[in-house]
């Protein structure tokens, strides 16, 4: 029976979409300590954000501060296993430049940027 629209909603005929395209691509980074872990989308948007308590004694924009940091590496190493996926599935490389999707190296230089600022303080809490 034809909807309102006109067009016959016939689910049957539908081809779904590939297995490996429904699976999100996810990214984990972490501070060194690992006392707080972000999870995100290739986008950056969290999924999940874990916090030791210890972390809530410092200003909230400090807090803030490595949480966003954190998120754009997180992001970083999702596009770059998106990258993997779809190199593996053999799409060239002049379409994966076009897409901007993060190399081995961008992920490796943006750690390296991270792990070059001092902590806000070398004191924990006991």
Request: net charge negative; with cysteine; proline share 8%.
């Amino acid at each position: 029976m034809p909807d309102q629209g006109g067009e016959d909603m016939d689910a049957e005929n539908e081809t779904p979409p590939p297995q490996e395209w429904m699976v999100p691509t996810v990214g984990r980074a972490a501070t060194r300590s690992g006392s707080i872990v972000v999870e995100t989308t290739e986008q950056g948007l969290p999924r999940a954000i874990t916090i030791e308590a210890s972390e809530m004694d410092q200003p909230a924009a400090v807090l803030a501060k490595r949480i966003v940091g954190l998120c754009r590496q997180a992001a970083l190493t999702a596009g770059l296993r998106r990258r993997e996926q779809l190199v593996a599935a053999g799409v060239d490389s002049a379409t994966l430049s076009y897409m901007g999707l993060p190399t081995a190296d961008d992920v490796r230089a943006a750690e390296d940027e991270s792990d070059d600022e001092p902590p806000e303080t070398w004191l924990r809490r006991v």
